[in-house]
């Protein structure tokens, strides 16, 4: 039990190594990692929270809650007594969904890398180019092929093979119809996954500073 002075908290290495053993303990009692912080045995990955990871839409009912529907998040009340209010005038018809915070194409752009990203599967370009358009998947490749060389970030083929960093070129970004083309991105497991937040964040930039994000449905399609 934490106290403080007596029993302090672990430091960052401390956390890190616990982190690495705890998986190395899991992995080798047949256990998958398939997201930064979930393990499990084969097909008893949690159903519920792969809707949040995948960006898929989702219903959420109760006291602060938030549900994702039509590309809007919309969040309940916190507090019981305007909790009761807010089912009243639902129930009424006089909630205004136009209040609603409308995602635009740089938040869904945001979110499907970090969700993605916290997945063993990682990000999948094929369907992210389609959504977003080639230029900014080419912006990501380049800026995490420095931590493919690191060991940070895999990436993967169309048949999930991982791609060796003296087989990085060009052609491998640009080519859309060779199958050693740079099909996944994800973190590695477990160096990877511990810099997630630092890893993530890099793309977090690149989507920040995307000028063709207007354009970009019209451009996927």
Request: hydrophobic letters at 35%; glycine letters at 6%.
């Amino acid at each position: 039990r934490y106290a403080p002075g007596e029993f302090p908290l672990p430091s960052e290495t401390q956390s890190a190594d616990f982190y690495k053993m705890a998986s190395k303990m899991l992995c080798d009692a047949s256990y998958n990692h398939y997201e930064i912080s979930s393990y499990c045995k084969n097909g008893y990955e949690c159903k519920h929270n792969f809707i949040y990871w995948k960006n898929k839409p989702f219903y959420a009912f109760g006291l602060g809650s938030t549900s994702f529907i039509g590309g809007l998040r919309f969040s309940r009340p916190k507090k019981m007594n305007e909790y009761t209010k807010f089912v009243q005038n639902l129930e009424n018809g006089l909630i205004n969904s136009s209040s609603d915070d409308n995602i635009n194409s740089k938040d869904t752009a945001t979110d499907v890398v970090m969700l993605s990203l916290r997945t063993a599967r990682g990000l999948d370009l094929k369907r992210f180019q389609e959504s977003f358009g080639n230029s900014l998947v080419l912006s990501l490749l380049e800026v995490y092929k420095p931590y493919v060389e690191s060991g940070h970030v895999v990436f993967l083929d169309e048949q999930r093979r991982t791609i060796r960093i003296d087989e990085i070129n060009n052609s491998l970004f640009y080519e859309t119809n060779s199958e050693r083309r740079v099909a996944y991105m994800r973190l590695s497991d477990p160096n990877g996954f511990l810099l997630s937040n630092e890893l993530i964040s890099l793309a977090f930039g690149v989507i920040d500073s995307w000028n063709d994000y207007p354009s970009a449905l019209q451009e996927a399609t």
